[in-house]
């Protein structure tokens, strides 16, 4: 019979450095596709930004300033129109699949509830309708909102917000919180989540608290 030894002996070596030429390869392409992503800095699917399309509705909002890689910015948020425009003017400001911010976090967009896991001193983006709303004899203020899926939450605004909305009405820029305590006004804005800290006092349950760090209120 014959003997297949030797050429087993010549041929695994050959088919072996064939192997390790194809890794390397595959390896070197791996690498370089993982380069250009790290030198972009979006991760895979992009960085979720509203498109062109998109922006075109909040054409009318001043924007120039510029962020990360050129990007103009929503300088004066003050000027949405709606909470949807708001949110949209943020959502391309501060896209929600990139770190950032004073947190160096990714920035939560919360429309319809609060998570149950979610962290103390997240960044979220916060939406709903007013049920409650209180100056405070400190200057800042306070409100009760409904979430489009019935959670409860409260947001807090600091005094210094008060005195900046002040100031830009003197220069006559558009106010951000025009009747802060009348119910059922649309509420949204940027802040900082404090965790289940609150009081309802229709509930005995705790709900969230959000110390917010922009807020906006309109009829829609």
């Known amino acids: 019979m014959p003997d297949h030894t030797a050429h087993r002996e010549l041929t695994c070596p050959a088919r072996l450095r064939l192997d390790l ?13 993982g380069c250009d992503k790290m030198a972009t800095g979006d991760p895979p699917g992009g960085d979720g930004a509203p498109d062109e399309a998109q922006l075109q509705k909040i054409g009318y909002m001043a924007s120039g300033n510029t962020g990360p890689k050129g990007r103009r910015q929503y300088s004066q948020l003050e000027q949405a129109k709606t909470c949807g425009d708001l949110e949209l003017a943020m959502r ?8 950032g911010g004073p947190f160096h976090k990714k920035l939560q967009y919360l429309t319809e509830q609060i998570p149950p896991d979610l962290p103390k001193d997240t960044e979220v983006f916060i939406a709903g309708r007013i049920e409650r709303g209180q100056m405070m004899p400190s200057g800042g203020a306070g409100w009760l909102l409904r979430m489009k899926n019935g959670t409860v939450i409260q947001a807090q605004e600091s005094a210094n917000f008060w005195e900046k909305q002040e100031q830009d009405s003197q220069q006559g820029q558009p106010a951000a919180v025009v009747k802060p305590t009348k119910p059922g006004r649309a509420f949204c804005g940027h802040g900082v989540y404090q965790g289940r800290v609150g009081k ?15 807020s906006m209120d309109r009829d829609s």
């Open 21 to 33: 030429r194809i890794g390397a390869l595959l390896l070197l392409s791996y690498l370089s596709t």
């Open 200 to 214: 309802d006092p229709g509930q005995s349950a705790d709900i969230p608290v959000v110390s917010m760090l922009f």
């Open 92 to 99: 391309w400001n501060r896209p929600p699949n990139i770190e």
